[in-house]
C-alpha cells in the first residue's frame, strides 16, 4: 500500500509540475508575444513618421524652388499667373503635408508642423507684395516689401529648421510609442 500512495503521490507532484512548466511556458510566449507586437507597432509608427515628416520637406521644398522662381520672374517683370498658381498649388500640397504629421505624433511635431505651414502662408503673402510693389513702381513701399521678404524667408528657414529638429527628436526617441497598459 506504500507504493501505491507513493506512485500516486509521485504522480501527483508531476501532474503539478508540469502543469507549472506549462504555465510558465505559456506566460514566457505570451510575454514575447506582446513585446513582439509593441516592437512592430513602434517599427511600423517610425516608418510612418519618417514617411509624413519626409512628404513635409518634399513639399516644402517644391514650395521654396517656386517661390524662388516667383521671385526670379518679378526680378525680370515677366507674367506671374502661372507661377502664382503653381505657388498656390505647392502652398496647398505642404499645408496637407504638415496635416499628415498629426496623425503619428508627437505632439511637438504637430506643433513645428504648424508653425512651418504658418510661416510659409506668410512668406507666400510677402512675395505677393513684393511682386505687387515691384510693379507698382512705388519706392518706398518696395523698400518695405523687400525688408518683410527678408523676414518672411528667415522666418521661413528657422521653422524648417524648428520642424527638422522635431522630427529628429521624434524619430531618435526611445520610447517613440508608449508601453501599452498593464
Given at each position: 500500500m506504500a507504493g501505491l500512495v507513493g506512485a500516486v503521490l509521485g504522480g501527483y507532484i508531476a501532474k503539478q509540475g508540469a502543469v507549472a512548466g506549462a504555465r510558465a511556458t505559456a506566460e514566457a510566449t505570451a510575454r514575447q508575444v506582446e513585446l513582439q507586437g509593441r516592437?512592430?507597432?513602434?517599427?511600423?509608427?517610425?516608418?510612418?513618421?519618417r514617411a509624413?515628416?519626409?512628404?513635409?520637406?518634399?513639399?516644402?521644398s517644391v514650395?521654396?524652388?517656386q517661390l524662388a522662381a516667383y521671385r526670379v520672374a518679378v526680378g525680370r517683370g515677366t507674367a506671374l499667373d502661372d507661377l502664382s498658381d503653381?505657388?498656390?498649388?505647392a502652398r496647398n500640397a505642404l499645408v496637407i503635408a504638415c496635416s499628415s504629421t498629426h496623425l503619428f505624433g508627437p505632439e511637438a511635431v504637430w506643433d513645428a508642423a504648424y508653425a512651418l505651414r504658418s510661416t510659409a502662408q506668410q512668406g507666400v503673402l510677402a512675395h505677393r507684395a513684393f511682386a505687387?510693389?515691384?510693379q507698382a513702381g512705388s519706392r518706398s513701399g518696395l523698400e518695405d516689401a523687400r525688408r518683410d521678404l527678408s523676414g518672411a524667408r528667415v522666418a521661413m528657414?528657422?521653422?524648417?529648421?524648428?520642424?527638422s529638429e522635431r522630427c529628429r527628436q521624434a524619430l531618435l526617441s526611445e520610447h517613440a510609442v508608449p508601453a501599452p497598459p498593464r
Open positions: 516592437n512592430e507597432l513602434a517599427h511600423w509608427i517610425r516608418q510612418e513618421r509624413a515628416y519626409g512628404e513635409v520637406v518634399r513639399a516644402y514650395l521654396a524652388n503653381q505657388v498656390d498649388d505687387h510693389h515691384s528657414r528657422e521653422s524648417l529648421i524648428s520642424f
